[in-house]
């Protein structure tokens, strides 16, 4: 694919993002997303098959930011595993404080939506979660190697407590207009529950 074709993709993949997550699959069609990128229909159609397969698409490429920005957080040399998953979901709060909690995240969103409907996408968001939930597991499994995390509940389980717990809370802020509910998950999981006492 020539680079600009590229970046075209890529402009209609974030201006679906954005569609998606603010008015749903059912309410995003593919004319509000041709009109809102300003392509025509037959260039929509030499990216993606169909609506469905755009909305995979869209799915793998609003996760790969976040799990990029996970990893550098687990990389950095200073922070241990727990530390490391901390910071990053405490800039993400930050990130939402910052835009007026709008947002949430397009997992969830299409988890309600459209697992049923689509086979395609159910298996692509499995496998987005996945993804996330093994970089999580990573680095809560090395927090409970050094001993800082408690020992009788696996990093697997653990990894996707706190990721179904940020998706309830993230629902929440929307309707609160706050990050309590995001603030109350990470101290309830990351400095208590999680914590071998």
């Not at 397009?106 to 499995?126: H, K, P």
């Not at 609160?176 to 071998?196: G, V």
């Amino acid at each position: 694919m020539s680079t600009q074709k590229q970046i075209k993709k890529e402009q209609i993949l974030n201006q679906g993002i954005e569609l998606l997550m603010r008015n749903g699959y059912h309410g995003t069609g593919i004319k509000l997303i041709l009109d809102t990128v300003q392509v025509p229909k037959g260039s929509f159609y030499s990216y993606f098959e169909s609506k469905e397969n755009f909305t995979a698409e869209a799915i793998r490429h609003y996760i790969a930011p976040f799990i990029s920005r996970l990893q550098s957080f687990l990389n950095k040399t200073d922070l241990n595993g727990h530390e490391a998953i901390k910071a990053y979901f405490e800039s993400l709060i930050e990130d939402l404080e910052q835009s007026d909690y709008s947002g949430g995240c397009l997992l969830g969103d299409m988890m309600g939506e459209i697992s049923s409907a689509s086979e395609l996408c159910r298996q692509t968001l499995l496998a987005a979660v996945s993804d996330y939930c093994q970089l999580l597991e990573q680095g809560l499994g090395e927090a409970q190697q050094s001993g800082i995390l408690r020992q009788d509940i696996t990093p697997e389980v653990m990894a996707k407590l706190l990721f179904d717990q940020w998706q309830g809370a993230l629902l929440q802020m929307k309707i609160e207009k706050s990050t309590q509910a995001l603030k109350r998950c990470l101290t309830l999981l990351l400095d208590d529950y999680f914590i071998q006492h």
